[in-house]
């Protein structure tokens, strides 16, 4: 299993860069006034492991920090993780 273990670490980091990144390019398109990046996408990158880098983006570019629905969804995605991280850590 530790044979794997880098790649799974690369490959969390490149989708929580994706995330953060996309988080920069959404503020960006809102202010700009152009079509924005859809949330499902966004939400579907936190489901893919982007939680991190979303939540960071969420913070540093202070985008969707007013939007409820939208920061109930990362969290229940982010509790998910911690349940299941949790639950794969206590099984070993």
């Known amino acids: 299993m530790d044979v794997y273990l880098g790649e799974l670490l690369g ?3 490149v989708i929580n860069v994706i995330g953060l990144v996309t988080m920069y390019f959404d503020k ?3 202010r700009m006034g152009t079509i924005r990046i859809p ?6 990158i936190c489901l893919a492991g ?5 939540i960071l983006g969420m913070f540093v570019f202070h985008h969707k920090n007013k939007k409820r629905s939208f920061q109930l ?3 229940v995605v982010a509790v998910f993780y911690v349940i299941v991280l949790t639950y794969l850590g206590l099984s070993h």
């Open 39 to 44: 949330e499902k996408w966004i939400l579907a």
């Open 50 to 54: 982007g939680t991190p880098g979303v």
């Open 73 to 75: 969804h990362v969290l």
């Open 11 to 13: 490959l969390f980091l």
């Open 28 to 30: 960006w398109m809102a």
